[in-house]
């Protein structure tokens, strides 16, 4: 356990519907990220938060996404209208700057499986 | 643009064996290199971090080593175990300190 927590651990939904993903990163952190991994890939960058702000998004952040961080603290992530194409794991990772450096390492939760049928 | 390869990406090796496992990125101007393994369907569990000041970084029978230099770093796994199968996946970070992560090398150590 990476202290990193997401829910739901699996999802099932039906084209068309909207889905809502959480993430509580280890409450000290003040980076949250959040990637797409489709199988037999590595993880993509899709989203990145410093506190609340989002600082960064990818182009494959499509219109249908959208992520929130309130008050710098856990995270949300909502497909709106899935695609087939949206099927994949969702992972969640937390960070900070290691003592004395200007190094961060990131820590994963242990995702969400999204299965759009 | 950060690109990460990593070769070979697939080993299967008997118990016992010492291994190495191959990463290259394009962008030399990194800070660190994180290693992580990722068992079928879990999330990824950090093995090592290895900083750009240094050269080397251990942790109980993995070793990884960084040359910034020639885009490389290699992960070795001494006395490889089954518990060692998994897929491991490189990453160093791009801007903003998102990760580019390359397509992991998947290992089956056979007992």
């Known amino acids: 356990d990476t202290g990193v927590s997401q829910n739901p651990r699996h999802k099932i939904t039906k084209r068309g519907q909207n889905v809502t993903f959480r993430c509580d990163p280890i409450?000290?952190?003040?980076?949250l990220y959040w990637y797409r991994q489709t199988l037999g890939q590595g993880p993509e960058f899709l989203t990145y938060f410093q506190n609340e702000a989002q600082l960064e998004k990818s182009r494959l952040l499509s219109d249908r996404f959208s992520a929130e961080r309130p008050k710098g603290s856990f995270s949300t992530l909502e497909i709106q209208r899935t695609e087939q194409g949206d099927s994949a794991m969702y992972l969640c990772a937390s960070s900070s700057r290691l003592p004395g450096q200007g190094t961060y390492e990131q820590y994963f939760g242990p995702g969400t499986r999204l299965t759009v049928t | 643009k950060q690109e990460v390869t990593q070769i070979p990406a697939a080993l299967s090796v008997p118990e016992g064996e010492n291994l190495v496992l191959n990463c290259s990125f394009t962008?030399?101007?990194?800070?660190?290199l994180q290693w992580f393994r990722q068992d079928p369907g879990k999330g990824l569990t950090s093995l090592l971090l290895?900083?750009?000041?240094?050269r080397e970084q251990t942790s109980g029978r993995l070793n990884a080593s960084l040359d910034k230099s020639s885009g490389r770093s290699t992960l070795y796994i001494a006395a490889s175990q089954p518990g060692d199968s998994a897929t491991y996946l490189c990453a160093p970070p791009g801007n903003t300190g998102k990760l580019i992560f390359g397509q992991g090398t998947t290992l089956q150590v056979k007992p």
């Open positions: 962008d030399s101007a990194i800070y660190n």
């Open positions: 409450s000290e952190h003040n980076r």
């Open positions: 290895i900083q750009s000041s240094q």
